[in-house]
């Protein structure tokens, strides 16, 4: 079967078309043929060498293929006889990490940050075919189309900032970095009530899209007067909450200045392996900030795949290639005029 691979280290993407095709061995495993991977951010700065550290971390040999792709929707063609689930037919999205269950961060409730999830069992979703464990497979309403519904892991990821910013009704926002995860966190954010929503991009095309999804203010961050742009918007009062969204570590020291009086950063971004920030300790200290990472996310999946009826699928997702096109995808989502680039396998 072909499946997309990270060649670790720093030697790109590639397609192998000879893997072999995964097979049924445990009575909880589901087989199912990937119909759409959708390109995630982090799938992108893979190929750039941006997560090197982390299977350095995980003792992931020089040299290993890296699967890649967690955004895939398909059809379930096979069960173990222990599967309850989800059945053969049944249109379905994944969540390729799988807590182990075992570790100290799985036993101490969070399984989003499990010591395994790296070397867990299911591979990648850009492949033809996955294996996975029946509790991490769901199963699509049949009103989502499988295209759709690759929007339901990232959506799951803005969920989770959204609520770990602890946005309020009434509260203003600004959300730094126009990529899916930035769109779908305005989304989120609009449905959470917060007002006004600013969202900042480098390119033209994210600052249009961003205010046809909702944004009420869209700024381009290379204006040498952003910040006194969107301070202006909240009477120079500055933001509740500023979500970091952009993957870019030179943006931190903007979207810090944004805050306001007891205002939060949450950060929802991959960022290369060494990025550093310098933190203004006195201004953090006086103006009472909080900075929160928000990483993979631990129990917001089934809600996402109810909220894709209440987010704008349509225009979040700006392409589709197929999968012998896998250059010209990723090349798409890197070209930062398009929001979501999915591929058809
Ligand atoms: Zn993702
Ligand atoms: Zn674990």
Do not use: W
Not at 99 to 128: F, I, V, W, Y
């Amino acid at each position: 079967m072909k499946q997309l691979f990270y060649m670790y280290p720093l030697q790109g993407i590639a397609m192998i078309d000879q893997i072999p095709e995964p097979q049924i061995s445990l009575p909880d495993d589901v087989k199912i043929k990937i119909d759409y991977a959708a390109i995630c951010g982090s799938d992108a700065h893979m190929a750039h060498g941006a997560n090197d550290f982390l299977f350095e971390m995980y003792g992931i040999p020089q040299g290993t293929p890296i699967p890649l792709g967690h955004e895939s929707t398909g059809v379930v063609v096979e069960v173990g006889s222990a599967v309850t689930t989800c059945k053969v037919g049944d249109r379905v999205t994944i969540n390729t990490v799988i807590p182990c269950g075992k570790c100290h961060s799985c036993r101490t409730g969070h399984p989003n940050l499990c010591d395994a999830t790296l070397s867990a069992r299911g591979g990648g979703g850009m492949a033809e075919y996955i294996i996975l464990p029946d509790s991490e497979v769901y199963k699509l309403p049949d009103n989502i189309s499988s295209l759709h519904g690759t929007l339901a892991e990232p959506l799951h990821i803005a969920l989770e900032s959204v609520e770990k910013a602890e946005i309020k009704a009434g509260q203003a926002v600004a959300i730094v970095g126009g990529g899916p995860i930035g769109m779908l966190t305005l989304q989120v954010a609009k449905m959470q009530g917060a007002y006004p929503i600013v969202l900042f991009d480098i390119t033209e095309e994210k600052l249009r899209f961003a205010k046809e999804l909702g944004a009420d203010y869209a700024i381009n961050s290379k204006d040498a007067d952003a910040v006194a742009q969107a301070l202006a918007v909240t009477n120079n009062i500055g933001f509740d909450k500023v979500l970091e969204c952009s993957g870019s570590p030179k943006v931190l020291d903007m979207a810090m200045s944004l805050l306001g009086k007891g205002g939060g950063l949450v950060i929802t971004s991959v960022y290369p392996g060494g990025s550093k920030y310098e933190l203004d300790l006195s201004t953090f200290f006086a103006k009472e900030l909080s900075i929160k990472s928000s990483y993979v996310a631990p129990d917001t999946y089934v809600r996402s795949i109810n909220l894709l009826n209440r987010i704008d699928c349509e225009k979040t997702i700006t392409n589709v290639f197929p999968v012998d096109k896998y250059t010209e995808a990723f090349a798409a989502h890197n070209d930062g005029k398009n929001i979501k680039v999915v591929i058809k396998f």
